[in-house]
């Protein structure tokens, strides 16, 4: 049995003005946040840190664009095991004003999920990460491609 899957996601968060001229307070863990398998609040990007896409600031941004495909191999169906290839590309950005969706963080890999009862569905991921991160670049001086990373998933991406 073969399976494809995909998603796109995007968002935009706005400060909302009140009396006076006030500003709402947007807390941090409302912004996005992209990056691996993005727990605990992130948005996965499979092939690149836990939560380092994006601004280079730890506060996330306000601004969200991804996508996945994933083709999946059922192996077994009792056990529920799979193997899969994927596809996954996204970024955030600070604000509206500098949204490129042309600038966004791709990567593919592979991985398996196996079902196990009491626990749910467990797997693991190996990722290429084909761009560098602000991150990579302002903390790392790094412009090469991410590389490999390796993730355990809990459950069920999309």
């Not at 990007?45 to 941004?61: A, M």
């Not at 963080?105 to 290429?128: E, Q």
Request: proline share 6%; glycine share 14%.
């Amino acid at each position: 049995k073969f399976t494809i899957s995909q998603i796109f996601k995007m968002g935009m968060l706005e400060e909302i003005e009140g009396k006076d001229e006030e500003r709402s307070i947007m807390p941090p863990s409302a912004r996005f946040i992209m990056g691996g398998t993005g727990i605990p609040y992130g948005e996965m990007l499979r092939g690149y840190t836990e939560n380092r896409v994006g601004p280079s600031s730890t506060r996330g941004g306000d601004v969200m664009l991804k996508y996945s495909l994933e083709f999946r191999l059922s192996l077994s169906e009792n056990p529920t095991i799979y193997a899969l290839s994927f596809f996954d590309m996204g970024n955030v950005w600070s604000g509206f004003d500098v949204l490129d969706p042309f600038d966004l963080k791709r990567s593919a890999g592979v991985g398996v999920r196996v079902f196990i009862p009491m626990l749910g569905m467990l797997g693991y991921d190996i990722g290429y990460g084909f761009d560098a991160t602000d991150y990579d670049i302002n903390m790392n001086g790094n412009s090469e491609p991410h590389g490999w990373e390796y993730h355990l998933i809990f459950g069920m991406p999309f």
